[in-house]
Each structure stands twice: as structure tokens, then as C-alpha cells.
């Protein structure tokens, strides 16, 4: 009998035994399915759990400020649509902002409310890409669908009214390339009925889905004061309950003459993160529908403003004046030659403060132009917010600080 | 626009005038150009001065403006969450010693971004606890972003790591 009992211990005190005598080192990435836009954590593995990881980000580096430097300002535009691709619109405006800052340019109120308006569709593609992707990464695949679907919908409209779904090179120094077409607000309006039957599906699946709330509630919290002190901005300083929004409180554009809320959240954990997305996915088409309602009331009208160091002249001047084919012929071989001097301007972009210090020496090629990635700071305090934790906690973590690696590198 | 219409701007130079070189409020952006040896003088009033309350270090690059003396300009931009404050501190290293004190003990978002001037520009950060490259691989020759690197320079090509 006795010798059965023994037996039966030693077993049990076996199955007790901790196992992993010895720490693991895992490479994961830079090409990983979960690590989309490359980046590599190097992790040092206690079992299941991460006792250390080193964030190594660079894999994307393809030299944007250096090629800032070398064409003119016109030129760095497009380059600025491939930092963040999910939202491209976006760092556009944020660029042109910074441009016309030093230029002292003011544009009309019909372009304002238009780069209000692709400013909008663009984050809500941001963010939808985002919490669908999480869901996808978490072996959800049908709301993965929904989002994708609304963001389809939401590129329609955006090639509608940008002439490119995703990199759309909208925005122009002291305009956009072109006004909202006749037919936008009936095909908007449309959409939005559209993305919000989607989002209702989408979130009816996920928000108090057991599964998808387990896997996001207590994980990757970052509090208040780490979000400060990393200088995190954007839905995960909100989500740690800091209710800070540029377009709140340095209201650029027209953002002062919309009516919009801010969401924030309490504990900054996913699971706020996510909330606090889905609500800006609702919030931003609130904008954009107050966008498109102003642009119908103001009617046709001035979107450029009429400058021609930046914009060409009229056609019909162009071919019949002499100063107006100089204007023409020096703004398109040579650029536009912005003043001496240095400007910071920072917009809220999907991921955060977005900025751009630009610097010119009065000649029509910067000689300077940093952006200040969002991306970057905001993934910098991922160590801190997973370690100790499970391995598959680190997915959602990185879904939700939704790393963009073109923004993030440059 | 004079430093007088920043209040940032002006406390700072009350409290620490000896660090301040010179300061201008140009385009609206307050700015306040320092010894690059008192930088952490500064920023920890900045942060800690209850007039000032900046606390977040928002964005850190550099500026190489070759031909002058001193040739880097390594700019801070600082930014007040309580305040809703903006302010910008530059320090002009040269090129022999283009060296100066981190801020990643007061500000930790000056951590990644001291390394990718360091990548970038080549200048250095004393007492910074991990002073590495970032976007670019170890084996990098040069600072690419120095203007005297040519855009269309070629890099060794290097096998595989283990």
C-alpha cells in the first residue's frame, strides 16, 4: 500500500516540477505574419512567458529624409504618402501644413474643409485596418471581413474624391488637386449608411465576444505617466485616459468648427485601445459628414489659393500673358522657392502626433525636412508593457500600437 | 513676434539665463537656442518647473548645416499636456566634438531618438545607456544623413549574420 502512495507522490510531485530549467531565445521576424510592416523582436522566453524582449526596428528604412533633400518641395509629397500607407492622406496634410507655415500661406475655406474631409476618410481606413487586422491575428477571421469590407468602401470614396485608393498624393501646397466631384455627396452618403451597418456587425462580434475580450482586457497596459514620459500620443495616450487630441487642442484647418467627441479610456489596456478606436471610427464619420454638408452649402468656389509661387496661374493666362507662362514655366522646372527658416507643425494623425520640422535656406530644395513618427515613440514602451506577460499577448499588443513600419523606419 | 509672447519662453530665460544663447518666437514656434553643456539643465527644468510642466519630449533631430560653425544643431521640441505648450530647444555642436549630454534619464522618447541621430548624423549622446544604430545595420560606413554623404553613395555588401 505504502509503496503505491510513494509512487503516487513522486508523480505528482513530477508533474508539479517546473520544467523550463533554462531561458529560450527566440527570433521573431522581421518577417513574421503578425509583424506586418517587418520589425523583430528578439525575446527571451521563461516558458510561455517573455522574461525580456528587444524591439529592433529599421527594416524599413529607405532614406526618406535624404530624399527630402534632394528634389524639390513639390516632390517630397508622394514620399510622404508611403510613411504611414494606411493613411496617407494624413501626412500629406501634415507636410503641406508645415510647408505652408513658412510660406505664410492661408488657404481658402473650401480646400480646408476638403483636407478635413480626406483627412477623416483616411483615419477611419487607419483604424479599421487596424482593429480588423487584430481580429485577424487573433483567429477572427469574419470581422477581419467587415472591416476590410468598410474600408473597400471607404477607398471608393476616397479614389472618388483623392483619384487613388491608397497613395493618393491629394494634397498640394496651398490646395488639393482638385475639388469634390458632383456626384461625391450621393455616393458618400451612401457609404457611410453602409460602414455603419458594418461596424455594427463587426462590433455585435467582437466587443463582448468571451474570447476576444479575454485575449485584450489586462493585457499590454502602459499607464499615464509611462505614456508621458515615451511621449506616446494618439488612441493609446487616450486609452490610458489623457484626453489628448490635436485637433481638440491645436485646432488646425477647420477642426475647431466641427462638432466631435474624444474618446478615452481608463486603464489603457488593449481592450480600451480597441474601444477607443472603434468610437474614432464613429466620430470621424461624424466629421466627415459635417464636411461634406459644409462643402454642399458653400457650393462651387476657390480650392487654391492664388499664389503663384506655389499654384500654377490660370490657362487661359498662361497662353495669353507673358508673366504668367514665366510664373507657369518656374514653378514647374524649378519648384516653388519657400523662405529661409524653420517650422514645426505637429496634426493628429491615426496613430498620433504626427510632425514635420522642415528647414529651408530660401532655395526651392529643403534642406531639412525630419518627420516625427507617431509610430516610433508609440512602440518604443512595448517592452515594458509585455514583459512578464504570455507570449500571445504580445500580438494584440503590437496589433493595437499599430506599428506602421513606413512610418515608423522612413 | 518677440520671446515676450511666450510665456515658456520667457520663464526659461529668467530662470537659466546664463544657458540661453539667444531665443525667437518665428512663425509662432517659440524657440530657444542653448549651451549644448547646460541641455540638461534645461530640459529638467522644463520638465519639473511648475511654470513650465513640459512633459513630454515630443520629437529630438539634428540639423547639419555644413559650411558653418558650429556645424550640428540638435533640436528638442518639448511639449506641455497641462499647458498645451509648445517649445523648441536647439544646441549647436561642432563637428570635432560633436558630442553632448542624453536626456534619456529625464525624457525615455529621447531614448530611440538620441540613437537614430547618432545613426543618421553621427552625433554622439554622453551617457545614454544604449547608444547604437537603429535604422541602419552595424556594419554601415558613414552618416547618411550629413550632407557631405552622397545620395548616391554605396554601402559594402554584407553576408549573412549569425
Known amino acids: 500500500m505504502a509503496g503505491i502512495t510513494d509512487g503516487r507522490r513522486e508523480l505528482e510531485e513530477d508533474f508539479e516540477r517546473d520544467l523550463h530549467v533554462e531561458r529560450q531565445l527566440l527570433n521573431m521576424g522581421p518577417s513574421h505574419p503578425a509583424t506586418h510592416g517587418t520589425v523583430k523582436f528578439m525575446l527571451e522566453l521563461d516558458g510561455e512567458n517573455i522574461a525580456d524582449i528587444e524591439v529592433q526596428v529599421g527594416y524599413l528604412h529607405r532614406g526618406f529624409e535624404k530624399e527630402c533633400e534632394s528634389g524639390s518641395w513639390y516632390q517630397a509629397i508622394p514620399y510622404t504618402d508611403r510613411l504611414n500607407y494606411n493613411s496617407a492622406v494624413l501626412a500629406n496634410v501634415g507636410f503641406c501644413l508645415a510647408v505652408e507655415k513658412l510660406l505664410g500661406l492661408e488657404t481658402p475655406i473650401r480646400c480646408q474643409w476638403q483636407r478635413v474631409l480626406a483627412s477623416e476618410l483616411s483615419r477611419v481606413a487607419d483604424h479599421l485596418t487596424r482593429c480588423g487586422a487584430a481580429c485577424l491575428e487573433l483567429q477572427a477571421m469574419t470581422p477581419f471581413l467587415y472591416g476590410i469590407e468598410a474600408r473597400e468602401l471607404n477607398w471608393d470614396l476616397q479614389e472618388q474624391l483623392c483619384g487613388a485608393r491608397v497613395t493618393s498624393n491629394y494634397i498640394r501646397l496651398g490646395g488639393v488637386k482638385h475639388g469634390m466631384p458632383e456626384s461625391f455627396p450621393a455616393r458618400f452618403r451612401e457609404i457611410v449608411t453602409q460602414t455603419r451597418t458594418l461596424l455594427a456587425d463587426f462590433e455585435k462580434v467582437v466587443t463582448r465576444n468571451r474570447i476576444f475580450v479575454d485575449r485584450l482586457k489586462g493585457t499590454g497596459v502602459i499607464s499615464r505617466e509611462e505614456c508621458l514620459r515615451y511621449a506616446v500620443t494618439g488612441p493609446m495616450l487616450r486609452s490610458a485616459g489623457v484626453p489628448l487630441d490635436l485637433r481638440k487642442d491645436e485646432p488646425y484647418l477647420v477642426y475647431d468648427q466641427v462638432d466631435f467627441d474624444v474618446p478615452i479610456g481608463e486603464v489603457g489596456d488593449n481592450y480600451d485601445r480597441y474601444l477607443v478606436c472603434v468610437e474614432e471610427i464613429h466620430q470621424s464619420l461624424r466629421i466627415a459628414e459635417q464636411c461634406v454638408a459644409q462643402l454642399e452649402k458653400l457650393g462651387a468656389g476657390p480650392i487654391d489659393v492664388v499664389d503663384p509661387r506655389v499654384r500654377w496661374p490660370a490657362k487661359s493666362h498662361v497662353f495669353n500673358r507673358m508673366e504668367e507662362l514665366i510664373q507657369q514655366f518656374k514653378t514647374v522646372t524649378e519648384g516653388p522657392r519657400v523662405p529661409e527658416g524653420e517650422a514645426y507643425t505637429a496634426i493628429e494623425s491615426a496613430n498620433g502626433e504626427l510632425g514635420f520640422y522642415v528647414v529651408s535656406d530660401g532655395s526651392a530644395v529643403p534642406w531639412k525636412v525630419r518627420c516625427r513618427p507617431p509610430s516610433l515613440l508609440n512602440l518604443q514602451p512595448m517592452p515594458g508593457m509585455v514583459r512578464g506577460a504570455m507570449l500571445a499577448d504580445l500580438i494584440p499588443t503590437f496589433d493595437f500600437i499599430n506599428m506602421i513600419g513606413g512610418e515608423c523606419d522612413r | 513676434m518677440d520671446d515676450q509672447h511666450s510665456p515658456a ?154
Open chain 2, 9 to 162: 519662453l520667457r520663464r526659461l530665460v529668467e530662470l537659466l539665463p546664463a544657458a540661453v544663447v539667444e531665443t525667437h518666437a518665428r512663425l509662432g514656434d517659440a524657440t530657444a537656442r542653448v549651451d549644448p553643456a547646460r541641455i540638461v539643465d534645461v530640459a529638467k527644468l522644463l520638465r519639473d518647473d511648475p511654470g513650465l510642466e513640459f512633459e513630454m519630449l515630443t520629437d529630438l533631430t539634428a540639423v547639419d548645416y555644413l559650411g558653418e560653425e558650429p556645424r550640428f544643431e540638435v533640436v528638442y521640441h518639448f511639449y506641455s499636456v497641462a499647458r498645451n505648450q509648445r517649445v523648441r530647444i536647439k544646441a549647436r555642436v561642432p563637428e570635432a566634438a560633436a558630442e553632448l549630454p542624453s536626456l534619456v534619464a529625464l525624457y525615455a522618447s529621447a531614448d530611440w531618438m538620441e540613437r537614430e541621430v547618432f545613426d543618421l548624423y553621427g552625433v554622439r549622446f554622453s551617457g545614454h545607456p544604449n547608444l547604437k544604430r537603429i535604422l541602419l545595420y552595424e556594419e554601415f560606413e558613414g552618416h547618411p544623413l550629413r550632407k557631405d554623404y552622397a545620395k548616391t553613395a554605396r554601402q559594402p555588401l554584407i553576408g549573412p549574420r549569425n
